[in-house]
C-alpha cells in the first residue's frame, strides 16, 4: 500500500513552493559549468557572527522538578494519619503572603550544574551562538532536528521510511500549521466534542468546517465514543447532506484535553481502521502523552519534590507510554504535532512535528509565508540543555519520568483532597481518574431533568466566591447545542499549583463550593 498522502494535502498548501530570492540563476546550467569550491558570499543578508555582542550564555540547570523552588516551609515529614486528615479538613497555606513558593536562596545555585553555550561549540550535537543567532533553515536547525527524530524512533517509531520533522513555535504553530496542510475551504474535519478549543480557530483560518464526534465519558472509557463515529462515518450523506465527506480527524489521544482520556493501543488501531476505510488524515495532538500517571494511590504527603523515578526508562517505554497512532500508520496520514511546552518551558514556544515528508514540505512551504522558522535562541537553548546537560535521547526521557512522578504525586493528592470530602460522600460530585497528562474531570451529578449550562454556570461563579478557578466543559466544545447534556464538569488543571498544600487547599475550596450549592437547591 502507497504511503504518499500527497491526494490529502490541501490545494492551497499543493499550490506553495519554496524559492529564495538568494537562489541559484533558474533554467539550464551552462556547458561546462562547474561550482567554485569556496565560494565567498555576497549574497545573503546575514551579518557575521562576529557582530553578535553576545559570546556565550550559561543556563543554570535543576536535577529535578522543583529543586530550587520549595524550601523548608513546604516539607511535611513526619505526619500521622490523624494530622494528615486535620491538614486536609482545616488546611493553612504556607509559603509567602501571595501564596507562592518558598525560594532556595540565591547562593545555592552555586551547586547547580551549568550549561554553557559558546559562540562556536567543536561538538556538532550542539548549536552556537554562531549559528543559533543567525538566520538558519525553516525547518529547524539540524541538530535539533536530528535529536526530534531519534526521540520518535526511541519513543514512537513511525511505521514507514518516508517520514520527516520540522520545528515549530509549539504545538500551537504546529496545529495551525496541520491544518493548513490538509484543508481546503468547505473541507471537513471530525473533532472530539470537548477539545482545545483554539484548534478550532487554526480551523476557521483554513476555511473548514468542524463536525463534533461524542466522547464517551464513561470512567474507562477511551474518550471518542467508538459506536458514534462509526455511526457518522456509515451514514455521512444521510445525516450530513450538502457537506463533504471528512478529509481528517483531530484527536488528543493521550491525557485528553480536557477530559483526560487516553486511548488504548488496541482503540487507535480502530480508529485508524476507519481512516483508511474513509481515506481520511488524522492529526494527532500530543502535548501531554508522555506524562504518564499510574491509577490512584493515597499520597504519603512527604511534602518532599520527587527527585529519584519509581521505573526506569526501558519499563517505561514497554509498559506505560501509550503507542502513537504514529506506530500503526502504514499510509503516511498521520500528523503528530509535540510540543517541549509541558516538559520544558511554554514561554520557549518550540515544538515539532513529525509527518510523511510530503506534509513536512507544505508545513515548510507555509511557514515560508507566515513566520519562517523558530526563534534561534530558543532552539539552542532547548537543544544544548538536553545534549550538553542530559546528554541526549536517554538523559531526556529520565528528565520526563521524573516530571511524571511529580505530576502523579500531585493528581493523587488532588483526588484525596476530593475523595475525602463530604461532596464526594454524598454521591454530589465524582471524578476521572487520568492515565496521563495533568488534567483531572470533575463530575457534577446534576438531576437529569435540570438546564446543564445554567446550572454549570451559576455553580462557577459559586466556585470563583470560594476563591478556585476551574474550567467548564461547555468552554471547550466544538458544538455547545450537541454537548448540553454532557457538559456537567469541570477541566481541573495540576500543573500551575505552588506546592503541595495549595492543590489540597484547592481541592477544599472546590468540594465546599459544590456542597454549599447542592445543600442551596442548586442555587447560588
Known sequence: MSTDPSHLISKRAAARSSLHFTNAPSGDVPAGFKPHPNPLFLSYGTPNHGFFPIDSIDVNIVDYPFQTTLGGAAKQNGKDKEAVTEKVADLKLTGSENGNQTKTPPSSL??????????????????????????????????????????????????????????????????????????????????????????????????????????????????????????????????????????????????????????????????????????????????????????????????????????????????????????????????????????????????????????????????????????????????????????????????????????????????????????YKKGYVDVIDPKAGMFVTFIVNLPKDVDVFAKMKLLLWKLISYGVLVVPGYNMTVDKEFSKERSNFFRLCVAPANNDDEILESGKRLTEGVLEFFNNGLEY
Not at 114 to 133: M, N, T, W, Y
Not at 155 to 179: Q, R, V
Not at 237 to 260: D, F, M, S, V
Not at 390 to 415: A, C, H, P, Q, T
Open 110 to 423: 552555586s551547586s547547580l550544574r551549568k550549561v554553557h553555550i559558546e559562540r562556536d561549540p567543536s561538538d556538532p550535537k550542539l548549536i552556537g551562538l554562531k549559528a543559533g543567532l543567525q538566520y538558519a533553515a525553516v525547518e529547524g536547525h539540524a541538530p535539533l532536528l536530528q535529536f526530534t527524530k531519534d526521540f520518535i524512533k526511541r519513543t514512537h517509531n513511525p511505521a514507514y521510511e518516508d517520514w520527516s520533522s520540522f520545528i515549530s513555535n509549539g504545538a500551537s504553530d504546529g496545529l495551525n500549521k496541520a491544518a493548513d496542510a490538509l484543508l481546503d475551504p468547505e473541507d471537513v474535519i471530525l473533532v472530539e466534542e470537548f477539545t482545545f478549543s483554539p484548534f478550532l480557530r487554526f480551523l476557521a483560518n483554513a476555511g473548514a468546517i468542524a463536525v463534533p464526534v461524542k466522547i464517551d465519558l464513561a470512567k474507562q472509557s477511551d474518550g471518542i465514543d467508538l459506536d458514534h463515529l462509526t455511526g457518522l462515518l456509515e451514514n455521512w450523506e444521510k445525516e450530513h447532506p450538502g457537506l463533504r465527506k471528512p478529509k481528517a480527524l483531530y484527536t488528543i489521544a493521550t491525557g485528553q484535553n480536557p477530559t483526560g482520556f487516553t486511548q488504548s493501543l488496541e482503540f487507535r488501531k480502530k480508529v485508524y481502521a476507519l481512516a483508511e476505510k474513509y481515506d481520511f488524515a488524522i492529526i494527532e495532538d500530543d502535548p501531554y502523552g508522555y506524562l504518564t500517571l499510574p491509577a490512584y494511590k493515597k499520597p504519603d504527603f512527604n511534602g518532599q519534590p520527587k527527585n529519584v523515578s519509581d521505573i526506569t526508562v526501558e519499563d517505561y517505554l514497554k509498559n506505560h507510554l501509550t503507542p502513537s497512532y504514529l506506530e500503526i500508520d502504514t499510509t503516511g496520514r498521520v500528523i503528530r504535532v509535540e510540543t517541549f511546552s509541558k516538559l520544558f518551558a511554554p514561554g520557549l514556544r518550540l515544538g515539532f512535528v513529525i509527518a510523511h515528508k510530503t506534509v513536512i514540505d507544505a508545513i515548510k512551504n507555509y511557514s515560508e509565508v507566515v513566520n519562517r522558522g523558530a526563534l534561534g535562541l530558543t532552539q539552542t537553548i532547548v537543544n544544548n540543555t538536553i545534549q550538553d546537560n542530559f546528554n541526549g535521547v536517554e538523559g531526556w526521557l529520565e528528565w520526563i519520568l521524573k516530571m511524571r512522578l511529580n505530576y502523579s504525586y500531585r493528581k493523587d493528592l488532588l483526588l484525596y483532597s476530593i475523595f475525602e470530602s463530604e461532596a
